[in-house]
């Protein structure tokens, strides 16, 4: 499937954004909608994932600031984040895991000023 991300900004610490991805291609080929994010200088890391039974999953330094959603409908999740943090700031990528692998966004860059 083909993933387009958007919704990044800059926002200042304590705020909130929301993260958009929609997706192409057959709804029901997705097993799992995720979201990463890789920081200057630091390796990619998982941020949320969500089943197509709709379990959710977060990295510990998310967990509670951070809530993943789908909506099926229009084949597209969402990342809400809330409680903002400088650390926070990095380029997140949403995929989509397939029969066939992961499908990777362009990213769309989060910068939380202090």
């Known amino acids: 499937v083909q993933l387009q991300a958007s919704g990044g900004g800059l926002v200042q610490a304590g705020g909130s954004l929301r993260l958009s991805c929609a997706a192409s291609?057959?709804?029901?080929?997705?097993?799992?909608r995720g979201w990463y994010r890789q920081a200057p200088g630091k390796q990619r890391e998982m941020v949320a994932s969500?089943?197509?039974?709709?379990?959710?999953n977060y990295a510990d330094a998310v967990k509670g600031r951070f809530t993943i959603s789908r909506d099926i409908r229009k084949n597209t999740h969402y990342l809400q984040m809330n409680n903002l943090k400088p650390e926070d700031t990095a380029v997140y990528y949403c995929?989509?895991?397939?029969?066939?692998?992961?499908?990777w966004g362009q990213g769309t860059q989060v910068t939380v000023s202090s």
């Open positions: 995929t989509a895991v397939t029969k066939v692998g992961t499908d």
């Open positions: 969500i089943t197509a039974g709709g379990t959710t």
């Open positions: 291609g057959p709804r029901g080929s997705i097993y799992v």
